[in-house]
């Protein structure tokens, strides 16, 4: 397996663009993760889904933040309108058991 | 509010030496705590867990020590290796059983091993 897929790997877009982020987790995992990195917060845990079934989106941070998973194998996670402080690298991880595994991430600056 | 924290952002150790990397949780229900390693431009990639039955797990030069009554775990490195320099993240899990499979991160200890 290729392990998770995130795309695009860097988005740049200017305030107001609506931003889609995209992953593809290991097949079979039933979990996944959507994470943000930040300086002041470390990884954030943003939603996660089991069995294609949001569980928790308490982590999103404003309405602007949605997140679907339409089918096992493909999520996204959609910003509208994007804001500058938005700005961060955004993880998409999927999970069998005790371990989470993570895709490379989206780079995603907001101007 | 950060149930999982990482109290020094960085930490430098010369080549050979120990490195002891700390991580305080909040939350008695958290379970099992896992520590992952961040290169740059790279996702976290999974290094060492230990479930709250034990207070001790070892892989190599990695050892986890979990002490639950502090609501403490360390990542002790053991030669330290110029490779090793990357971010460390602690993480942790409430039992997967009872409340789901989220696990919850900490800010991350930025380790630069010098040669």
């Known amino acids: 397996d290729a392990g998770v897929i995130q795309s695009p790997r860097h988005e740049v877009t200017e305030m107001g663009q609506e931003v889609t982020l995209r992953c593809k987790p290991i097949?079979?995992?039933?979990?996944l993760f959507w994470y943000r990195q930040t300086m002041m917060r470390g990884l954030e845990l943003l939603i996660y889904?089991?069995?294609?079934?949001?569980?928790?989106d308490s982590g999103m941070p404003e309405d602007r933040f949605s997140a679907k998973m339409p089918n096992a194998s493909f999520s996204t996670l959609k910003i509208q309108p994007s804001e500058p402080r938005d700005s961060a690298v955004y993880f998409c991880?999927?999970?069998?058991?005790?371990?989470?595994?993570f895709g490379q991430g989206t780079r995603l600056t907001v101007v | 509010d950060q149930q999982v924290k990482q109290n020094s952002p960085s930490l430098s150790v010369q080549e050979g030496r120990i490195s002891i990397l700390n991580c305080d949780y909040t939350n008695s229900m958290f379970d099992y705590f896992l520590w992952y390693k961040k290169y740059p431009a790279e996702g976290p990639t999974f290094l060492i867990s230990?479930?709250?039955?034990?207070d001790k797990n070892e892989d190599g030069r990695f050892t986890v020590f979990l002490n639950k009554s502090a609501k403490h775990l360390s990542l002790h490195i053991v030669p330290s290796q110029p490779g090793d320099s990357a971010v460390y993240f602690c993480a942790a899990s409430p039992n997967p059983h009872t409340t789901g499979n989220q696990f919850y991160f900490g800010t991350g200890t930025s380790l630069t091993v010098i040669p």
């Open positions: 889904f089991n069995n294609n079934v949001p569980i928790d």
């Open positions: 991880a999927s999970s069998l058991r005790n371990e989470a595994f």
């Open positions: 097949s079979g995992h039933d979990y």
């Open positions: 230990i479930s709250s039955i034990k």
